[in-house]
């Protein structure tokens, strides 16, 4: 596995596999590595791509208040977990490879990034647009890998790339969870056993509607209701949104759907966080 840190090396690297007449499949990541990342990296080698990961903290995605200084960078492990399975080249950079000096230009889409995580954290998803946006022109990749787990995050992405023309297909990889059923998540270490315990809730939440639209209850209130009793119960968290919504326009819904996409955060703590589950048969557009 190469480790690469500018550009320049991360195009001759790329440039390099290609000359092998292979495809390249990308796999971007903010590191601290888990199992969920690394099935990203399962999923592209298993498509039969020379795989990509890019391990970058992209400071455009945070708020001031918020966790960029602490946010876990554990380099070694990280690089591990992408030789472990199978990653050819790693992208590595520093900051101001990303965003040298005099950086000015950003991706923004419109709507889609204004509710849910996009009101809680205004900022946010322009960071991240803008990140992917650059590391597609980086990587020339012919397929990127993202987790349904940031499921409007990768809305988002999936509109960039129709709306910009961008040649990298994006390909969305199911949610990982612990036995417990947790998601997983890099920022799931920060929460203390009851907190963890109390975080919980999100997943039971989301178990709750998928039992009622198995049931064959499509009515999104009703939906709702289910999953609110659930986290209404739970005195440790702090609930920011509990709802139904169109699995690509991320509108809250009020009438029934074959496909719907029930989406929770909250805060434990100090810890935000979010999940989701797509009730009904999703194909990504």
């Given at each position: 596995m190469l480790v690469v840190e500018t550009v320049p090396e991360l195009r001759q690297a790329v440039s390099q596999l290609r000359s092998?007449?292979?495809s390249i499949g990308f796999v971007p990541t903010m590191g601290a590595l888990h199992a969920g990342h690394a099935s990203l990296i399962d999923h592209s080698v298993a498509d039969h791509h020379a795989t990509v990961v890019s391990i970058f903290v992209n400071p455009l995605q945070f708020a001031p208040h918020e966790d960029l200084t602490?946010?876990?960078r554990p380099r070694t492990a990280d690089l591990k977990i992408c030789d472990d399975h199978g990653a050819e080249v790693v992208y590595y950079p520093a900051v101001h490879d990303v965003?040298?000096?005099?950086?000015?230009?950003?991706?923004?889409v419109a709507e889609l990034g204004t509710r849910w995580e996009g009101a809680a954290r205004p900022t946010h998803f322009d960071g991240v647009t803008t990140v992917v946006a650059k590391l597609f022109g980086m990587v020339g990749a012919d397929i990127a890998y993202f987790g349904q787990k940031d499921f409007q995050q990768q809305t988002l992405i999936r509109q960039m790339v129709r709306d910009l023309n961008m040649p990298t297909q994006v390909k969305v990889c199911p949610i990982v969870r612990d036995p417990d059923g947790m998601a997983l998540s890099s920022r799931n270490i920060y929460l203390s056993n009851a907190e963890r315990a109390s975080g919980l809730a999100l997943s039971k939440s989301l178990l709750a509607a998928q039992q009622h639209w198995n049931q064959?209850?499509?009515?999104?209130a009703l939906l709702m209701s289910a999953m609110q009793a659930i986290l209404a119960a739970e005195p440790g968290l702090?609930?920011?949104y509990a709802s139904i919504a169109d699995v690509e326009t991320l509108e809250p819904l009020t009438s029934p759907q074959?496909?719907?996409?029930?989406?929770?955060a909250g805060r434990v703590g100090t810890t935000r966080l979010i999940d989701n589950a797509v009730l009904g048969p999703w194909q990504p557009l």
């Open positions: 092998t007449r292979r602490k946010y876990p965003y040298p000096t005099g950086f000015r230009t950003t991706v923004h064959g209850d499509r009515d999104p702090e609930l920011s074959p496909v719907v996409v029930a989406m929770v």
